[in-house]
């Protein structure tokens, strides 16, 4: 069965500091990958998807991830973190169809 | 503007009622989908369905109903049965094939009175 881990439950960063979020899956054949944002109280923005091809993708508010099917891994990454950034971040996989499985999600504080 | 609209914003409900969650998309999507989420955790699939008048049971389908008559809506009840409703709900829709991204409504947080 597939699996989507995201190791970090909580992670605090100053703001313009880097950012990295990890996302580790579990999936037989080619992933289909994505990552959300969740403000609280509010549905899930989609950030970011990759299919295939070129290994980094570019998403919204200046988001990035990188795809390394060596380590099973789509990290989300961001050089300068804003305020604004607060939130929650899932990570998820589709499986058979159209179905997700999500990763339980990173709550990102940002110091100023 | 397309999207996904879930109402009400907030619900309570009282012992032994049942209450059902509005969700309408207008993006022509096929397939549409309810989620529970609880504090701290991911996302946990409750029902989904592909094409009109037809829906599956998600990972925590008990205390739970729908019906898709129309294409643009999904409602949810919450029945009595679900003892422990108590969430924030969630509802996606999508194109069908493989690797197509949900879009998501803002949610409806239920509480107990």
């Known amino acids: 069965a597939q699996s989507v881990t995201q190791p970090d439950i909580h992670i605090t960063v100053s703001e313009g500091a880097s950012l990295e979020l990890r996302c580790n899956y579990s999936?037989?054949?080619?992933?289909?990958l994505f990552w959300y944002v969740q403000s609280p109280g509010q549905g899930l923005q989609l950030l970011l998807k990759?299919?295939?091809?070129?290994?980094l993708v570019q998403g919204i508010k200046g988001f990035e991830a990188e795809f390394k099917r060596s380590q099973s891994s789509f990290n989300l990454r961001k050089p300068s973190v804003h305020w604004s950034d607060a939130a929650e971040y899932f990570c998820?996989?589709?499986?058979?169809?159209?179905?997700?499985?999500f990763g339980g999600g990173t709550r990102l504080m940002v110091k100023p | 503007d397309g999207g996904i609209t879930q109402s009400p914003k907030y619900l309570f409900r009282k012992e032994g009622q049942n209450v059902t969650l509005s969700c309408e998309q207008n993006?022509?999507?096929?397939?549409m989908y309810w989620y529970r989420q609880d504090p701290g955790q991911g996302l946990r699939l409750i029902y989904y369905?592909?094409?009109?008048?037809?829906?599956q049971k998600g990972d925590i389908a008990e205390g739970y109903s729908v019906s898709r008559e129309k294409k643009e809506s999904f409602p949810l009840t919450v029945t009595s049965a679900q003892k422990n409703p108590t969430a924030f709900y969630l509802c996606?829709?999508?194109?069908?094939?493989?690797?197509?991204?949900?879009?998501f409504g803002d949610g409806t947080r239920l509480s107990i009175l």
């Open positions: 996606a829709s999508s194109q069908t094939g493989g690797g197509q991204p949900q879009h």
């Open positions: 999936y037989g054949a080619t992933p289909y």
């Open positions: 990759y299919f295939s091809g070129d290994t």
């Open positions: 998820a996989v589709n499986n058979a169809g159209n179905m997700l499985t």
């Open positions: 993006l022509n999507h096929d397939a």
């Open positions: 369905s592909q094409i009109v008048n037809d829906f």
